[in-house]
């Protein structure tokens, strides 16, 4: 019996596709009923038959930090995949990030331990890779540091990572993805790629020249599996396709989407009272935080990523970001009309 955690997100659902198509005696566990329509509509991209799909899954009702029920869904389960999380970078929600992304995942790792799973795949994230003070690309041996102004988000992956290299001590075979901003279809109100290519349509009014890295959620299934059919262990990678600055991102999307890219640069100047005003608004009058100080820094870092490891394990080649984009930003104008 294979679990996926986070069945119901966008590398969680896109993973449940892939494997239902293969395989047989799949778990899934979710948290919020209404989430399960997500699911069925990333399903119904790709094939007509995803009721017949989506009911093959075994679903279970429970949450990471509800044990009891918890427990129950790894009856019999012999690999899992970790993809549930807490996505934020709001610094009010640290508690949260902590309680789901490393309490949580220390509940999956000691049932995994108990259970005596053979094998765990957790997804974490390139924000839980270290920084370098140089422009040095940024590889799976780049060390964390603590003292470096991480975000709340990049905290507790990281913590969570720890959980897991906990479990392979503790007996259990474990792999780490860390994935860049993952581009794939159906999340358009997310937080997430979804989200950006849904701004850039409605129009962003502002560039900055700050690098990440992206990646398709195609590729980051298809190198999970591959990595939990091999005899690979207890080992991290970073999958990503390529490094691009926050304007090439803008720009390619806006010319796919058949709108204005951004006009102006948000200079530092700008991105330092923003943040400020920022928190100034949730002290007065408890709004909700859209630009920390770490987003704010983060969107003029250039930050870049090396994928070599990966494609050496593995022979794996990447999918081209755009063509990525083209397909992605497909599915979304088809959900405008259809909206």
């Not at 590889?139 to 991480?150: A, I, V």
């Not at 080992?235 to 890219?261: C, H, M, W």
């Not at 923003?274 to 969107?299: E, I, M, P, Y």
């Amino acid at each position: 019996m294979i679990l996926v955690t986070g069945g119901t997100g966008l590398v969680g659902s896109h993973l449940l596709y892939k494997l239902a198509t293969t395989t047989k005696n799949i778990r899934a566990i979710y948290r919020r009923t209404h989430k399960l329509e997500s699911v069925k509509k990333v399903f119904s991209y790709y094939t007509e038959d995803f009721e017949t799909l989506f009911d093959s899954i075994d679903w279970v009702e429970t949450d990471l930090n509800d044990l009891p029920t918890l427990s129950e869904a790894f009856n019999n389960v012999t690999h899992v995949y970790h993809c549930a999380a807490f996505v934020s970078f709001e610094p009010d929600k640290y508690h949260q990030l902590r309680k789901i992304n490393i309490q949580g995942t220390a509940n999956i790792v000691n049932l995994c331990v108990a259970n005596n799973v053979q094998k765990l795949c957790y997804v974490s994230s390139i924000a839980a890779i270290g920084h370098n003070k140089t422009n040095d690309i940024i590889s799976e041996t780049t060390e964390w540091n603590p003292e470096y102004d991480n975000s709340v988000y990049a905290i507790t992956k990281y913590g969570a990572e720890i959980e897991v290299w906990r479990g392979t001590q503790e007996g259990v075979d474990a792999v780490i993805v860390n994935p860049g901003i993952i581009l794939g279809p159906g999340y358009w109100n997310g937080g997430g790629s979804g989200s950006l290519i849904k701004q850039v349509y409605k129009g962003f009014s502002h560039y900055t020249h700050g690098v990440t890295a992206y990646v398709d959620v195609w590729d980051v299934v298809a190198i999970m599996q591959k990595l939990m059919q091999s005899d690979i262990k207890n080992e991290r990678f970073i999958l990503i396709s390529d490094n691009l600055s926050f304007k090439e991102f803008q720009d390619k999307t806006a010319k796919i989407l058949g709108v204005a890219p951004a006009k102006k640069e948000a200079s530092k100047f700008i991105l330092e009272m923003g943040w400020r005003l920022d928190w100034l608004n949730h002290k007065l009058f408890g709004k909700r935080r859209r630009l920390s100080k770490q987003v704010a820094k983060t969107a003029r870092t250039k930050t870049f990523y090396d994928n070599s490891k990966i494609k050496n394990a593995l022979g794996f080649e990447f999918s081209a970001i755009d063509n990525s984009l083209e397909t992605v930003c497909g599915y979304f104008m088809k959900d405008q009309r259809k909206s």
